[in-house]
């Protein structure tokens, strides 16, 4: 296979949600000597938007998202750990964690495997996360970004209470915030103090890239 072939080849996989093939397309692009950090973007990544896409088009549905994002990660696996030191250094770095008293974690789920398809270097903090723990990754990890969501309205103020959190612990000004889920609104953002309110992932990723 050339190289553009093994590329459109795990664009494919994603796509199609060929979970069985991601893995050993990525091991013979590695055996073939192409970049992995270039196989990741012309391959896997280009699946993904591709599913995005599709998704927000309602075209694609949350299961076959969920998949997909398997799909990539099986790629991943192979292909992270053969990038040259250094290769990310200018990669930002983002956090995603659905706050305290929610354990609903899919739409977390595909924020952060879209960030990572964006090229984002993502700590994932898990669901029914506090504050101070959340807070304390943020500073831990050096993060620039964080994506906090809830699916329910009780737990709107544990947003509110982490970027307060943010703020009293001096993080706030170097860490970009954004929050995402039904109960939540444009309005709530800005009144929190976060820096905007997600549509949906790939609303996410293209604002954090605008």
Known sequence: MSKEEIYQALC?????????????????????GLDPVE??????VKGMTIVGDKFAAHQMFLPQ??????????????LIPAIPAGALDNAKKAGASVVEGDVHDIGKNIVKTMLTAGGFIVTDFGKDTPPKTIVDGVKNEGLDI??????MTPTMDAMKATIDLLK?????GNCTVTIGGPP???????????????NNAQDCVAWLKG
């Open 12 to 32: 494919d996989a994603v796509v199609n949600l060929k979970i069985k093939e991601s893995a050993p397309l990525a091991q013979k692009a590695l055996d073939e």
């Open 146 to 151: 964080l994506c906090l969501s809830t699916l």
């Open 184 to 198: 939540t609104s444009p309005e709530f953002a800005k009144s929190i103090g976060a820096d905007h309110r997600d």
């Open 65 to 78: 998202v969920l998949v997909a994002s398997k799909v990539l990660y099986a790629g991943l696996d192979i």
């Open 39 to 44: 196989t990741i973007n012309e391959g896997l």
């Open 168 to 172: 009293e612990t001096g993080l706030k």
